[in-house]
């Protein structure tokens, strides 16, 4: 990973443009290409980035990130260098769930139409350029829905799959991505965030997953 401290200026040019005025920023350029640019404010989402593929092409004064697929681009002025560094950190052994998460994340892939027939399973652990989504699925009319799976879901779970339709809603190939945040319980104040960004919920039984029938009377 490269780490690039700079007072620079950011112009996005795309489907839509953005401009972010000159000042200092960390600049991430990760070994799978990805660019991402961060201010000193936030502790999980750039301020813009570039996922792969993409190409930097360093200039004097100018930098340019180009998406091999789309064309877009971010094109950033260089005003100062301060901080150059990079560090080669090896293959990243990911997030390790719990064995209850792990688990509910395999029986809703072999189950997926409990969220709704006609649904198929494209994988287990979408990669992101952020992370892995836990399931990536189509709906009965083909859309890509993006499920984050939980046992206990709050409101940082909700940030964490808004962050994750971002990135796949940038992808051609991909979009338009919806979202469904699962969970065994999920926090009254989750699904208020949740259903205001159009995210679905949905509470997950896990011994009904599992094909468990529960008795739940005395005699």
Same mark, same amino acid.
């Given at each position: 990973?490269? @780490?690039?401290?700079?007072?620079?200026?950011?112009?996005?040019?795309?489907?839509?443009?953005?401009?972010?005025?000159?000042?200092?920023? @960390?600049?991430?350029?990760?070994?799978?290409?990805? &660019?991402?640019?961060? !201010?000193?404010?936030? !502790?999980?989402?750039?301020?813009?980035?570039?996922?792969?593929?993409?190409?930097?092409?360093?200039?004097?004064?100018?930098?340019?990130?180009?998406? *091999?697929?789309?064309?877009?681009?971010? &094109?950033?002025?260089?005003?100062?260098?301060?901080?150059?560094?990079?560090?080669?950190?090896? &293959?990243?052994?990911?997030? %390790?769930?719990?064995?209850?998460?792990?688990?509910? =994340?395999?029986?809703?892939?072999?189950?997926?139409?409990?969220?709704?027939?006609?649904?198929?399973?494209?994988?287990?652990?979408?990669?992101?350029?952020?992370?892995?989504?836990? %399931? @990536?699925?189509?709906?009965?009319?083909?859309?890509?829905?993006?499920?984050?799976?939980?046992?206990?879901?709050?409101?940082?779970?909700?940030?964490?799959?808004?962050?994750?339709?971002?990135?796949?809603?940038?992808?051609?190939?991909?979009?338009?991505?919806? *979202?469904?945040? !699962?969970? =065994?319980?999920?926090?009254? =104040?989750?699904?208020?965030?949740?259903?205001?960004? *159009?995210?679905?919920?949905?509470?997950?039984?896990?011994?009904?997953?599992? *094909?468990?029938?529960?008795?739940?009377?005395?005699?």
């Amino acid at each position: 990973m490269r @780490l690039v401290i700079a007072r620079c200026s950011v112009d996005y040019v795309g489907k839509l443009t953005a401009h972010l005025p000159m000042a200092p920023r @960390l600049i991430l350029i990760k070994a799978d290409s990805s &660019v991402s640019i961060h !201010a000193d404010d936030r !502790a999980f989402k750039p301020l813009n980035w570039m996922n792969p593929p993409c190409k930097l092409r360093e200039e004097e004064g100018t930098w340019t990130v180009t998406h *091999g697929k789309t064309g877009e681009k971010l &094109v950033l002025t260089m005003e100062e260098i301060i901080h150059d560094t990079s560090h080669e950190l090896g &293959v990243d052994p990911g997030l %390790i769930k719990d064995g209850v998460e792990a688990h509910l =994340q395999e029986l809703l892939a072999e189950h997926i139409t409990t969220l709704g027939a006609g649904w198929t399973l494209v994988r287990r652990e979408y990669m992101t350029a952020i992370g892995p989504v836990d %399931i @990536l699925c189509r709906d009965h009319t083909g859309a890509s829905v993006a499920v984050e799976l939980k046992r206990r879901a709050g409101i940082d779970a909700v940030e964490q799959l808004t962050r994750y339709l971002e990135l796949m809603n940038r992808d051609s190939l991909l979009a338009p991505v919806s *979202g469904i945040l !699962a969970a =065994q319980s999920i926090a009254p =104040q989750a699904k208020t965030l949740a259903e205001d960004r *159009g995210i679905r919920c949905v509470t997950l039984d896990y011994d009904e997953l599992r *094909g468990i029938e529960r008795n739940d009377t005395l005699f």
